[in-house]
Nanobody, 121 residues
Framework: QVQLVESGGGLVQPGGSLRLSCAAS????????MSWVRQAPGKGPEWVAT????????RYAGSVKGRFIIFRDNAKNTLYLQMSSLKPEDTALYYC??????????????WGQGTQVTVSS
């Protein structure tokens, strides 16, 4: 019953911004850490960020720290990723994932379907 539906991806120029959303249902959203993970073609998944249950604590991969912000609205069962200063190397399929701890993206059964982000001029 767990459903995670990402949206907001698209084509953006280098230096641009984009906000991704993840609509969650089928579980108690506010009792789970949530993460963003991305995967470029031909590469393995890369953890991007994790947020704790209440949104008080966040952690980021070094490659995105200072540029991306993960946040959540528990009243709306929605997770977000605000991406700024985008680079071509940010191009990937972005997934939201239910997590048990910071950096936990191991259970692929609890990822969404992904939304494509392409950074290109």
């Amino acid at each position: 019953q767990v459903q995670l539906v990402e949206s907001g991806g698209g084509l953006v120029q280098p230096g641009g911004s984009l906000r991704l959303s993840c609509a969650a249902s089928g579980f108690a959203f506010n009792t789970w850490y949530m993460s963003w993970v991305r995967q470029a073609p031909g590469k393995g998944p890369e953890w991007v960020a994790t947020i704790d249950t209440g949104g008080s604590s966040t952690r980021y991969a070094g490659s995105v720290k200072g540029r991306f912000i993960i946040f959540r609205d528990n009243a709306k069962n929605t997770l977000y990723l605000q991406m700024s200063s985008l680079k071509p190397e940010d191009t990937a399929l972005y997934y939201c994932a239910r997590s048990s701890y910071f950096g936990d993206i191991t259970n692929r059964e609890y990822w969404g379907q992904g939304t494509q982000v392409t950074v290109s001029s």
